[in-house]
């Protein structure tokens, strides 16, 4: 049997729990597989991702972002490659497309920060089109002021050049002339949803709110309404709900994500930081994200967030913006991503990883890698839900190819239980895995 075979009959659940303990990233694994195993329209995917060292202190490092956003994003898509996995979630885009990422920076002390925005743009900027790249100067950074958006360390451009970003107050931009009904409640839409956008990327922050229970995504739309303070009443419920159901707003907002770095558990929406989760939430359902940022906060001893019933409204009818139950959802937790490929021949002298053969194998299996250069070097088998049971190598081996056969045997000799394994290779750099089928 193929590797290519075996892999394609992973039954869903244990391909979830593998990807639970090795991340996306840190997994050799046929990319076209992927969306067969984990294609379930019926279920809303939500990316959890966290790497411990995001940040330190008020520190925020950007590699470590834009590897967290990345890998996120091709996890949420099930696509390896970062533009392409954009592209995947942004549907019918093309380079004539306006991607506009709403941030919240109502709060400078704690904002959707600018490394994450534009690690976005970044991602975006990966979109290949035949001959040409997604400009970046059709994307635009906005929300409700220019001077929220400095305050919160970003720049104005209203060039024609680099990534735009500018508030809706931004001379010869405004609310619409045009008034929506919000559950009763009259409000103009900023034209850089009205007529600029053709997509929006919700990029909310991870705080409590006094009124409202919590702001993420769902009520990260102060900017781009008009009438914001006559939308808080009853905690904001269904007002909230009401707005995002908008049609200028639902069509184009097609991709959520919480910047959950740091957050806020009382005193909210404004104040400093009082923890650090190092966390993104990513889903196109703006519902489920919301209810998991609302659970982070409530691990975090948020107390308001009995006051947050305006997410569980928009589960509901006439919203049906997403949904509110965890059974409903498709929820693929990464931790501590890992930079790497999956596809050696990219990357000249790097480490490489083959799939081990045969696969599946009832005596023996061989696994080849490559060591680019003097490395300590650890190759384990774990089971898929993370408990090491086997350590095959443990040493500093010379640059080259090398190989190694694992018996299906455990450390002490005795042969483990028919099933699937993961074989971890690591090195300082260097951290991937494969699935490995043990048979009786």
Known sequence: MSSDSFLSKIERRDFLRILAFTGVSGLIYPGNLISSILSNKDLSRVVII????????????????????????????QIEDVGEAWKFLLPEINTNSTVA????????????????????????????????????????????????LTSAGYTINTSETGVRCFGTNNP????????????????????????????????GVLKNHSIAGVTLCLKNHYGTCSYPGQIHSNACDPYIAALNALPVIRNK???????ALYGI?????????????????LSQDIVAADYWGRELLEENGCNTI??????????????????????????????????GTDNPSSVSGGFQLKQNFPNPFHFQ???????????????????????????????????????????????????????????????NSYNKSIIIHLMK
């Open 50 to 77: 966290e790497h411990s060292e995001a940040t330190s202190g008020t520190t925020i490092y950007p590699d470590k972002v834009q590897l967290m956003m990345d890998t996120a994003v091709k996890g949420l898509a």
């Open 253 to 259: 907002q097609t991709i959520n994500i919480i910047d």
């Open 172 to 203: 010869g931009i405004g609310y619409s002339t045009e008034f929506y009904d919000v559950n009763g409640s009259n409000q103009k839409i900023s034209t850089i949803v009205t007529e600029m956008a053709n997509y929006i990327i919700n990029l």
């Open 365 to 427: 299996t061989q696994i080849d890698f490559y060591v680019p250069g003097k490395s300590d070097v650890q190759f384990s088998i774990y089971t898929y839900d993370g408990q090491k049971v086997r350590e095959i190598i443990s040493s500093t081996l010379q640059p080259g190819w090398h190989n190694t056969i694992w018996d299906g045997n455990n450390n002490y000799g005795q042969k483990l239980k028919a099933g699937l394994y993961i074989g971890q290779l690591k090195s």
């Open 306 to 339: 009995y006051n947050a019933h305006y997410i569980d409204t928009a589960a509901q009818d006439p919203y049906n913006l997403g949904t509110n139950d965890p059974e409903e959802m498709d929820v693929l937790n990464i931790l501590n991503p890992v930079t």
């Open 265 to 281: 558990y009382s005193g909210g929406p404004f104040g400093n930081p009082q923890f650090i989760a190092n966390k993104f939430i």
């Open 101 to 148: 990422i709403k941030v919240n920076c109502i709060n400078s002390s704690l904002s959707s920060h600018p490394e994450v925005a534009f690690a976005i743009a970044e991602g975006l900027k990966q979109m290949s089109f035949g001959a040409n790249m997604f400009p970046e100067n059709n994307i635009i950074i906005y929300d409700r002021a220019n001077s929220d």
